[in-house]
């Protein structure tokens, strides 16, 4: 089954999206960096890694169907927040964004009766899950510890691999 010109279209702007979220993580990795938090700012790099195998995972499979896949231009990103806490509540935010955004897509495979692309956005399903639930668990150490407990947040962030 041909990958629609509706599918293409849609997936270049999924690809376009999830460049975008690269590199506004890697910007929240430069400002962490500034701030003396590099636990924070590993845990940053580490998410905009994430965020570019999303890309290359959307680009490869639209380019295995046949799609007319392409790579547009991305537009800015913040470099500025008022607190580490702004940060990771816009992750949050942002994350719930792209389920949406993923849910979209999906509405668009199953209007299309594409079902091998049902299937491949799956895992994109599941994955904004997870990215919702890490984002929430961050912020809920910060309601729970106040700016006092920045040093621990800063320690466990670090550990990301
Ligand atoms: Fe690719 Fe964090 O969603």
């Known amino acids: 089954m041909k990958f629609t010109k509706k599918l293409t279209d849609a997936f270049n702007e999924q690809i376009k999206a999830e460049m975008w979220s690269s590199n506004l993580y890697a910007s929240m990795a430069i400002y962490f960096q500034k701030a003396g938090l590099p636990g924070c700012a590993n845990w940053m790099n580490k998410q905009a890694e994430e965020e570019l195998e999303h890309a290359h995972k959307l680009i490869e499979y639209g380019v295995d169907r046949g799609g007319d896949m392409k790579i547009s231009a ?7 927040w008022a607190e580490p806490k702004a940060v990771f509540e816009q992750v949050y935010n942002h994350e719930c964004y792209v389920s949406e955004l993923i849910d979209k897509l999906m509405d668009l495979a199953i209007a ?37 407990g920045m040093w621990c947040i800063d320690h466990e962030l670090g550990k990301r691999e």
Not at 74 to 80: G, L, Q, R, Y
Not at 136 to 147: E, H, P, R, S, T
Request: proline share 2%; hydrophobic share 40%; aromatic share 12%.
């Open 112 to 148: 299309e009766n594409d079902k091998a692309t049902q299937e491949f956005l799956r895992w994109f399903i599941n994955e904004q899950v997870e990215e919702e639930k890490n984002a929430q668990a961050i912020l809920d150490k910060f309601n729970a510890y106040g700016v006092h």
């Open 74 to 80: 991305i537009d800015a990103v913040p470099t500025e």
